[in-house]
């Protein structure tokens, strides 16, 4: 199991660097328009995003499910915010990717500006998530 968490640990910040990459890089080689909002790199990104999304929320778990009477606060405050976090980015990346995806085509509750807003908004918070989740694992398998 040790070796598990290991090698959960690096695709976590693997994925990380990867978002935090695209999102900063994007605006270089791609143009945004109308028709085109993103560039295609996103389609290879988002399924690793949603797995390190789903591993998250599972390790997150685990590590929220080991916080008891005995343990610290900063465990306590970092088992928490990791868990709810992972639960607030799945929220909205599994929401938009869906959207994007047309997988509700009759759904006209945001425009393309507010989708464009929430990707930024998952882009700027995954990495640390999946770093700061990552490295515990990483520190949790020695």
């Known amino acids: 199991m040790e070796g598990l968490k290991r090698f959960i640990g690096i695709v976590l910040i693997v994925v990380a660097a990867i978002v935090a990459i695209q999102t900063i890089l994007e605006p270089i ?26 591993l998250g929320l599972i390790f997150g778990y685990i590590r929220l499910s080991g916080v008891g009477a005995d343990s610290s606060v900063q465990e ?7 868990f709810y976090g992972f639960i607030f980015i799945a929220i909205i990346f599994f929401w938009n990717w869906f959207g994007i995806m047309e997988v509700a085509s009759d759904f006209t509750g945001a425009s393309h500006s507010t989708r ?10 995954l990495p640390p998530l999946n770093i700061a989740m990552g490295i515990h694992l990483m520190r949790a398998s020695e």
Not at 30 to 49: G, R, V
Not at 76 to 82: G, S
């Open 116 to 125: 464009s807003l929430v990707w930024i908004l998952v882009d700027a918070i």
């Open 29 to 54: 080689y791609h143009t945004s328009t109308d028709e085109s909002p993103y560039s295609s790199t996103w389609d290879y990104i988002n399924p690793l995003s949603a797995i390190s999304i789903i």
């Open 76 to 82: 306590f405050i970092a088992a928490n915010t990791l």
